[in-house]
Structures are given as C-alpha cells and as structure tokens.
C-alpha cells in the first residue's frame, strides 16, 4: 500500500512576502506559522511560485546565484519544512490568443503533479490568487478552486491583515480534510486497481 501524503501547494508572493510585509523577520514570521500549519497536518509543501525556476525540479538542489530562494529554504530547514517537491513549468495563451502569452497557467501545474503522484490523499493549493489581475480577469487557479485557500499580497487597508495569517489555519485544515479526486486518475495511470488503493 502506498504512503498517504498531504501535500500544500504553496504560492510565496502574497503568502510568505507580501507588498508591505516583506522585511526578513516578517516572512521568518510567516514561515514560522506555516510550520506550524504543516505539522498540525502531517503535511508537506510542493512549491508553486514563480521562484521555483531557481530549483531543480529532480534533485530540489537551488541555483545559489538566487540568494531570495536560498534565504527561503535556509528558513524552510530551520522549522522542519519538507519541501516534497516543485511543480512543472507549463505554457499557456490565453483564450487561445497567439499574442497574449502566459508563462505558467497554475491549476494545470498543480493537475499535473497530482495526476503523477497517486501517494497524494489531502491537497490544499495555498495562494493570493492575483492572476485575474495579470490575465485579463481570469484566474490560473479556477481549475482547483475547491482546494483554494487565499490569501491577501496587498491590503492598503490594513497592512497586517497580508499573507498567511493564524486564521488561515482552519481554512486549510478544512481543506486537507476533502478527498484528492484527481487520485484516481493518477492510479489509472500508474496502473493500479482503483478499487484497491483509493477509498
């Protein structure tokens, strides 16, 4: 039988640095409480940002000319974050328009990775969700919108309210209680009885 895994999708901009909170004892404080999230959960992180170009997705081994990913998984070490894994780069037009390119479409991503790792049970996507402002109103995320848990990059409002914050941790818990349906696709694929593994 194979080990269950829950796993959080984790976008960084807006989650861990946002557009006023971003000094290095800020984001410490978010990693912090993203560690404490993950372990409530007996959960771990695949990364889904942008800044996951620095890492190599086979051996998770950071190019060392980008210190801000580095910092990041200096971070990630110091509070027992298992990183599980990066998701794949994939390319995308918009609307079917040759002019309008985007550099990844996020909910594919994420399908993708969970359509190759049948050991997934619980996912959560965790992410600011901007995207309906860089691609002409429509999300990269609607696709995986039920496991969404958002959180907030800018609020001129109330500055404190950015990024992961405590109450987000019942959100996602919530959400890694919900069954991965795309496991029974990754099953078909790898071949195994459906029936067997997947309850």
Request: with cysteine; charged share 25%; aromatic share 14%.
């Amino acid at each position: 039988m194979l080990e269950d895994v829950n796993i959080i999708f984790l976008g960084i901009g807006g989650v861990l640095d946002t557009f006023h909170l971003g000094s290095n004892e800020q984001i410490e404080a978010k990693v912090k409480l993203l560690s404490d999230i993950l372990m409530e959960n007996n959960a771990k992180v695949v990364i889904t940002s942008g800044c996951r170009g620095a890492i190599n997705e086979e051996t998770l081994e950071i190019d060392h000319e980008c210190g801000w990913v580095l910092f990041l998984f200096y971070l990630f070490d110091k509070y027992n974050i298992e990183v599980y894994g990066r998701t794949k780069f994939i390319n995308k037009y918009l609307n079917n328009d040759k002019h309008v390119y985007i550099e990844s479409w996020k909910e594919d991503e994420i399908r993708v990775f969970l359509f190759t790792h049948s050991e997934i049970a619980h996912y959560c996507v965790l992410d600011c969700d901007y995207s309906p402002y860089l691609n002409g109103g429509k999300s990269d995320l609607d696709k995986v919108r039920s496991h969404l848990v958002t959180t907030k990059y800018s609020n001129d409002l109330d500055n404190s309210d950015e990024g992961l914050m405590p109450y987000h941790a019942a959100m996602i818990k919530e959400v890694l209680s919900m069954k991965n349906d795309y496991r029974k696709v990754a099953y078909r694929r790898l071949g195994w009885n459906t029936k067997y593994f997947y309850n």
